[in-house]
C-alpha cells in the first residue's frame, strides 16, 4: 500500500493511493464495518481501529495495516460495482489532484535520524574514508516538509545543498534489534531529501545546525509499506535539479543496509513506530562539482526512488 497524509481544507487526514485516487481510510474502513458485519454504530469503531493520523496508524501495528487493507480492498470492491458516484459523495474517495499532500508523518514524534558517507562514492567526493561503522546524525522534526512543498533558502546561508535518500519507517517498538529481525521491525519506506547548508555544516564541525534548518527535509510522497518493495536493497534512486539528472545510484550501493543500520542504531536506544531514518545519500551532491553546482532561489529538485514515488519541491527566498 501506499499510505499517505493529506489535508483538506485544513483538516489533516490519512489515505491510501488507488490509481489517481485517495481512499480515506478511517471512512473507508466504517463503509466496510457496515458491508462486512452489518453494524450501523461503527464510528466510533472506526476511529478506535482506523485513528486520524500516521503515528497512532503505526503504533497499532499490523492490526492497523490489516484493516488498512480491508478497507481499501472494499472500496475497490465498491469501485468495480459502479458505486464510484456514492463513494465520493461520501468523502471515501477523491481525486489526488483536489488534496495538498504532506509528509506521511507531519511531525515526527522525535528527530529524523540520517546516516552520513553511506555511499562509497559520495564519501570519494568528499573526500572522506569509508567508515568502519554506521555515521549517525539527526535532524529535528521541525525540517519535514512535504512532498511538494517549498525548500525555504534560509538568510543563515549561502550554500544550500541537496541530497536525494532513501528513508525507511520503523513500525514496532523495541531496542536491541538484531539484524536478522530487523526488518521485521521496519513498516515501509518513502523518499527523502537531506537538504543541506554547505557553509553552516562546515563551520560548526558538526552536521546538525547545516542540515537542521526548517524545510531541510522533504519527504513522500507515500510511505509505502513492506509488502509493495520486495528488495528495498535494490531500488533505483535519483534527483534532478531544473530537469538535469544530477545524482543517479541504486540501493544496492549503500554501504550499510537496514539490517545493520537497525542493529547498530538500536543498541541501547528505544526506537519506535513512526520513526524516520534516512540512509544516506548516493555521489552527484552540488558541493561535490568542481566547481560546486549549489542551489539557487527559482530551482528546483525532484527526488525520485523506484517504487516509492516522485517529489518535486522549488526553492523559495526566506
Not at 473507508?28 to 453494524?39: D, P, Q, T, V
Not at 468495480?80 to 488534496?99: F, M, N, P, Q, Y
Not at 513500525?171 to 530487523?182: F, H, L, V
Request: charged share 30%; net charge positive.
Amino acid at each position: 500500500m501506499k499510505l499517505l497524509t493529506y489535508t483538506v481544507g485544513k483538516v489533516s487526514r490519512i489515505g491510501a493511493l488507488s490509481g489517481e485516487c485517495v481512499v480515506d481510510l478511517n471512512y473507508a474502513y466504517a463503509e466496510y464495518l457496515k458491508g462486512a458485519k452489518g453494524e450501523k454504530a461503527v464510528k466510533k469503531l472506526a476511529d478506535e481501529r482506523m485513528p486520524p493520523n500516521m503515528i497512532s496508524f503505526l503504533d497499532m501495528g499490523d492490526r492497523a495495516l490489516a484493516a488498512a487493507k480491508s478497507a481499501l480492498d472494499y472500496v475497490r470492491k465498491l469501485e468495480k460495482e459502479g458505486k464510484t458516484v456514492a463513494l465520493r459523495k461520501a468523502k471515501i474517495i477523491c481525486d489526488v489532484d483536489s488534496v495538498r499532500l504532506e509528509a506521511p508523518i507531519p511531525r515526527p514524534r522525535k528527530n529524523v535520524f540520517c546516516l552520513g558517507l553511506n555511499y562509497a562514492k559520495h564519501a570519494a567526493e568528499g573526500g572522506q574514508p569509508i567508515p568502519k561503522d554506521p555515521v549517525f546524525f539527526t535532524k529535528p522534526p521541525t525540517v519535514v516538509i512535504g512532498p511538494y512543498d517549498d525548500i525555504v533558502y534560509p538568510k543563515a546561508t549561502e550554500k544550500l545543498d541537496y541530497e536525494v535518500e532513501f528513508a525507511f519507517i520503523m513500525g514496532k517498538k523495541d531496542k536491541y534489534i538484531s539484524k536478522e529481525k530487523a526488518l521485521d521491525h521496519v513498516a515501509g519506506y518513502a523518499v527523502f531529501n537531506d537538504v543541506s547548508a554547505r557553509d553552516l555544516q562546515f563551520k560548526h564541525l558538526q552536521w546538525f545546525k547545516g542540515k537542521g534548518c526548517d524545510t531541510f527535509g522533504p519527504m513522500g510522497p507515500y510511505l509505502v509499506t513492506k509488502d509493495d518493495v520486495p528488495d528495498p536493497h535494490n531500488l533505483w534512486i535519483r534527483c534532478r535539479v531544473n530537469g538535469e539528472v544530477r545524482q543517479d545510484s541504486n540501493t544496492s550501493d549503500l554501504i550499510f543496509k537496514i539490517p545493520q543500520i537497525v542493529e547498530v542504531l538500536s543498541a541501547g536506544m528505544t526506537l519506535e513506530p513512526g520513526d524516520i531514518i534516512a540512509t544516506g545519500t548516493p555521489s552527484g551532491v552540488g558541493q561535490g562539482f568542481k566547481p560546486p553546482r549549489l542551489l539557487k532561489v527559482g530551482d528546483t529538485v525532484e527526488s525520485e526512488i523506484e517504487r516509492l514515488g516522485c517529489m518535486r519541491n522549488a526553492v523559495k527566498a526566506e
